[in-house]
């Protein structure tokens, strides 16, 4: 009865067929949803909400006074990927994640993929997150991204495309985790019937990747997780990695750098630390090194990386390899460096800088998305197909100065998911998935990822600061 | 153990241990209000002025409100947040220093303080001490002992439990002592006046401040004796909320944190509390009234600030680092 005027509309729909059959894989928890009454779903949901208020699950949001910590809204229907489709997914992001840090040796050192053509150098030397301050720096075991959350979304045949590859420090992981336990307490009799690959090996599988990547071999590596401290708005998320690890979290007035070794100060002196897994910018990590205004960091952690005597993670520079423009090149990069075609599709991308796509964007404004290459969280960015008249000539203005720093694509698609609405209803809202993929002595892939939703009506933002939502993703071992 | 971790463990123990110090002292001078008649502006000064005092805020109470009613007392003590000591900044920061070391915390001690933390947030609260003021501080009162036990029963006994007791037990023999401080003060300003008919009551506000009245008559059946009640509230060896005690608890902790044999001392902080543990041993209520009460108890009150500070300095305080000298080394050594 919930789904009786639901609505499929032109969108590849993750639970119903065109023809508004139930797809095999959601056919159980179809059944389930149905035997509640909209009463029962909305108690669930909102004792579901009470608990991540009272356990503080809650982020930050800027520029709010007095109601600082806000929760992030969850929807109880959950999304679910079938194992063939899945295992399709798994193979197509660790080959991602393989050319990327391929991709991130090679330009910090020989640099074929310029030399051979591939890309052009000033794509590279131009990139903000390019450091060429690290050219030439080993990294142990040849890792860079060690943590990466990429965001894929649907097309309307439902064909998986990469929208981006966050390969600083993804954030989101602990929803994940958290919405896991939050649907087990809410439907704990259906759980165990329901065929769900569990994600709770997060944790471990990240402390081991942080323990592989130390710079020398000790038996027990002190790791620590650097947070820029708790007014940040993923603190909760730190909190919760650092507790799951038992590691300590530290923030950049913790540690101090001596003799090109990292100490962290306790109660009893100072302790050596040796791999840090840092959700801090590049920009901020350092003040000897990048921005010197820094209250964040730790002056001499560049050196002690450069000694040897400390590892970060993800290593310093990735962000070249998730800067918009070199975007269009990862596909070129499969090739380059594994010799093998990509496995996952990604979206058509313009280059501004290239003189046969500039004229293409600025001729088809008002049919494109515009994207600052640099800028992450659904800012800078211009969707022509909504956009005003005066919106459109802003960004025309602006490619015009610095065509860089510019890509246009057009319009994506993405799926759409039932989702309560209303306190009543359930309608068919955007969603995208972010799985978080870890590369230490191999590349594991947490099954399913964090699904997040668009709440508004027909919007496609789904990130956290502008209406976003989420919903637990099982991974069946079945087809369904 | 980090140290900016020891420091707010220590600081988030120290403001629940006040914040429930705060309630009760206002639950009880609320009720003593009830036993009085035709209480008018002056004597509800004389009533009031005292509590702030205890507090050690009558200055900053002072900037904010004109007349030491009951109103403006308790809006000062509960709810304003220009007030660091109210009950509500108390709860604030003893909340926020534990977001800050959330990871450490046991997830019941965590979710005890965030929902006292929602419960002064939300509406009701207000609604609460409106219609019913004892109850809200009951309340008050309720999370901190909730608090405690739970710290007892489900985070480890080591290192950052016994900073979490040093703090508590260091508060609660400040806060025994600033109570008989300024009422004795007040009410008595020379010993030979002990006794007089209206203390009875006034006294025995005393003792329900620090949750002694109970305990006190299990040991002393008579009427409530001024002297009687400072020796129990300074001396006594087995209530948990006289100076004595909480100082020799405080003591142990710092030498649990160190390992250091009790009669000996690693550090200045276990060298102030075991000679100031010592004087309590060997001293009696006559050595006080000699020296005078009040007097006494203000020398006191200094060394447990001297402790505090100790107890930062042994192991919450590294040398400030110069972040511009500390980042011109680091560029020199860059090669």
Known sequence: MFFKDYQGESFFDEMFTPEGTVRPHYQAIFERMQSLTAEEYQQKSQTVDLSFLSQGITFTVYGDKDETEKIF??????????????????????????????????????????????????????????????????????????????????????????????????????????????????????????????????????????????????????CVLLTPGHYNSAYFEHCFLARQMGIEIVQGNDLIVRDYKVYMRTTRGLQQVDVIYRRIDDDYLDPSVFRPDSALGVPGLVNALRAGNVNIANAIGTGIADDKLIYAFVPDMIRFYLSEEPILGQVETFIASEETHYQHILDNLENLVVKATNEAGGYGMLIGPVASKAEIEEFRGFIKEDPRNFIAQPPIMLSRHPTWCNESVFEGRHVDLRPYILSGEKTTIVPGGLTRVALNKGSLVVNSSQGGGSKDTWVLYSDG | MLSRVADSLYWMSRYIERAENVSRLLDVNLHLLLDFEEMDDLKLKDH?????????????????????????????????????????????????????????????????????????????????????????????????????GLTDATFSHAEGFYFMQVGKFLERAEKTSQILDVKYHILLPSVEEVGGALDAVQW?????????????????????????????????????????????????NLHRISGCPMDEYANAAERASGRLLSELKYNTIGDVFNQGLHEYLGSIQDRFNDIGGEVYQSYMFHPHVDMESEIATQQQQQQ
């Open chain 2, 204 to 252: 025995s506000a005393i003792l329900r401040s620090c949750s002694a009245f109970e305990a006190y008559h299990r040991i002393f059946v008579s009427k409530v004796d001024p002297l009687k009640v400072a020796e129990f509230l300074i001396f006594n060896d087995n209530f948990p909320r006289s100076i004595q005690f909480s100082v020799r608890e405080m003591n142990k």
């Open chain 1, 73 to 222: 809204p969850f929807d109880l229907m959950p999304r679910i990927i079938p194992k063939t489709e899945w295992e399709h997914l798994e193979r197509g992001l660790t080959q991602r994640i393989q050319a990327l840090n391929m991709f991130l040796k090679d330009i910090y050192n020989e640099q074929r993929i310029i030399k051979e053509g591939i890309i052009p150098a000033g794509y590279i030397l131009s990139g903000k997150h390019f450091r060429r301050e690290f050219m030439g720096v080993q990294v142990p075991k040849d890792i860079y991204i060690h943590i990466c959350g990429t965001d894929l979304i649907r097309d309307e045949k439902g064909n998986y495309l990469v929208l981006e590859d966050n390969a600083r420090s993804p954030s989101g992981v602990s929803y994940l985790l958290e919405n896991r336990a939050a649907m087990k307490r809410a439907f704990p009799n259906f759980f165990p019937k329901a065929g769900v690959r569990p994600v709770e090996n997060y944790s471990e599988d990240l402390l081991n990747t942080l323990k592989y990547i130390t710079p020398q071999p000790k038996e027990n590596p002190v």
């Open chain 2, 48 to 148: 009031w002025e005292p509590v702030i005092r205890a507090t050690g805020d009558e200055e900053s109470f002072y900037q904010l409100y004109d007349v030491a009613d009951s109103e403006n007392v308790t809006d000062f003590l509960t709810f304003n947040k220009k007030n660091p000591d109210s009950i509500l900044s108390c709860m604030m920061a003893a909340r926020e220093n534990a977001r800050m070391i959330r990871d450490q915390l046991s997830t019941e001690m965590w979710q005890c303080l965030n929902q006292a933390y929602l419960f002064l947030k939300s509406n009701n609260a207000k609604k609460v001490w409106d219609s019913g003021p004892y109850e809200f501080y009951k309340q008050i009162q309720d999370y901190s002992h909730l608090f405690m």
